[in-house]
């Protein structure tokens, strides 16, 4: 078998895709209510597309409710859903 390698933009890119079909296929795991369903930090930092710190400062100025469990983080569909809504801005027409 051939070796390969590939570079890091390439990796990164392939993880992303990865973590997008993990998130694809919980949404549509057989969930009645949106509440049940959790996503963990590392699954929220990847859907909102934010840093470490964001998603820490984030938390301690309450703008986004969470789970704790040990050093685990989980955040609920619900409250993404709640945030995104909350700081919704309608396209304005002209």
């Known amino acids: 078998m ?3 390698s590939i570079t890091q933009k390439e990796a990164e890119r392939i993880y992303v895709k ?3 079909l993990e998130v694809s296929i ?3 795991q057989q969930y009645i ?3 049940d369903l959790f996503f963990d930090n590392v699954e929220f930092m990847q859907l909102m597309n934010i840093s470490v710190r964001t998603a820490q400062k984030w938390r301690d100025s309450k703008i ?3 789970s704790q469990v040990g050093s685990k983080i989980y955040y609920r569909l619900s409250d993404i859903q709640k945030l995104l809504n909350e700081n919704y801005n309608p396209k304005r027409e002209s």
Do not use: H, L, M
């Open 26 to 28: 919980k949404k549509q």
């Open 18 to 20: 990865i973590a997008s």
């Open 33 to 35: 209510n949106s509440e």
């Open 2 to 4: 051939e070796d390969f």
């Open 64 to 66: 986004i409710g969470f």
